[in-house]
């Protein structure tokens, strides 16, 4: 195998590579990449068996060939080699690989392209079109509710679904983790056909996030029963999905929230910050204090230390009192764009949402804490 490529070039594809090899697997195999040359195209290969990525780029081969290398290692030599310089690979018997660039000489140790796993690109499942930039934004204003917590391992990913509402294909993407959930929708042209319902993994979403933020294409999805791939121009993402049941979000939604705040978001940011300051850091409790047109935010800690700011608000409710995890109001807010949001509450122990007029379809849940 012989080649010659542009640096940048060969390192924005190891970039997209990089996050999907698991670098504590046990088996040496999975910690390289499979480079495959042939025809003038160079195809990179990555897997850690539950999420794998394909991507095609133009080059000049000189000899075809195929070997797999060390992802770290390959990473980190390109990485470290001047943006403007050529690098030519060499592998003449897929035990080493050779990398001149500049003045610059590396032999690397392979293994053969026969240990690595065949990806299986072909899905016979619904296809789905779709904006990068939409998917994109649908991703980032729900990622963060994810859950973490391995036993509900349902809730360790991204439900997606896509449904026929009035004429018009609405695709849907929800995260929660049983303390706030996060709910963005958006209507995509073109015939589209119905997905029931799945959950992608919070690896892939991340993985996948990173992929789209760098372009505005319509991207092709194709769901199967446990499996989904992403074609992304010249890169394929393909994955398992989570077998499990998610919560049938719909009933979390609250729908007599009555109360509303209507707050300027940097200011209700700016004073959750200040008076969570002195929070504990495993529970950090704040708690809200709702009159006739004033906020009163304040937190206490096990030290008996306190803090309390007052905000002028557009507000004429009932009063209410009512505990939240500061973080996670942070979060909700940081992810609202108005300058002016509403919070919707119903009493002190249900949970309330967060809104902004101008993304009706970007829906915020919060579970109150007791304080």
């Known amino acids: 195998m012989k080649f010659q490529i542009s640096k940048q070039k060969i390192f924005k594809c190891l970039s997209h590579l990089q996050g999907i090899v698991d670098k504590k697997n046990t088996l040496p195999i999975l910690s390289n990449i499979l480079i495959e040359a042939k025809n003038n195209s160079l195809t990179l290969s990555s897997t850690d068996m539950d999420i794998s990525i394909v991507e095609n780029l133009d080059c000049a081969v000189l000899e ?12 980190d030599v390109v990485r470290k080699l001047d943006d403007s310089t050529d690098v030519e690979i060499i592998s003449n018997d897929s035990k080493i690989l050779t990398l001149r660039a500049s003045g610059s000489r590396f032999s690397l140790s392979c293994l053969p392209k026969e240990d690595f796993p065949i990806i299986d690109k072909a899905n016979q499942g619904i296809s789905v079109k779709i904006n990068s930039r939409i998917l994109f934004k649908l991703i980032d204003k729900t990622k963060f509710a994810i859950s973490n917590e391995e036993t509900r391992y349902f809730l360790n990913g991204l439900y997606f679904n896509v449904t026929n509402e009035n004429d018009k294909n609405i695709v849907t993407l929800v995260g929660t983790d049983g303390h706030r959930l996060a709910k963005f929708s958006h209507e995509i042209e073109g015939k589209v056909n119905q997905v029931s319902g799945v959950i992608i993994p919070k690896k892939t979403i991340y993985e996948l996030s990173k992929l789209l933020s760098e372009i505005d294409i319509d991207i092709h999805v194709s769901i199967s029963s446990n499996k989904i791939v992403f074609t992304i121009g010249d890169i394929t993402l393909l994955s398992k999905l989570i077998d499990g049941s998610f919560p049938d979000y719909k009933r979390v939604i609250p729908t007599e929230n009555s109360n509303v705040l209507k707050i300027n978001r940097d200011k209700l940011l700016s004073a959750v910050d200040r008076v969570s300051t002195i929070s504990n850091e495993k529970t950090p409790v704040i708690k809200f ?17 306190t803090a309390s700011e007052d905000l002028i608000i557009n507000y004429d409710g009932d009063e209410i009192e009512i505990g939240f995890n500061s973080k996670y ?21 249900s949970p309330v949402i967060a809104k902004e007029d101008t993304n009706v379809n970007l829906v915020y849940v919060l579970m109150p804490m007791r304080v």
């Open 64 to 75: 075809e060939g195929a070997t797999t290398i060390n992802s770290q290692i390959f990473y």
């Open 329 to 349: 109001i942070m979060d909700i807010v940081n992810n609202l764009e108005d300058n002016e949001i509403s919070i919707n509450l119903k009493d002190n122990t």
């Open 289 to 305: 204090k709702l009159l006739r047109n004033i906020l009163n935010l304040n937190s206490i800690n096990n030290e008996s230390s």
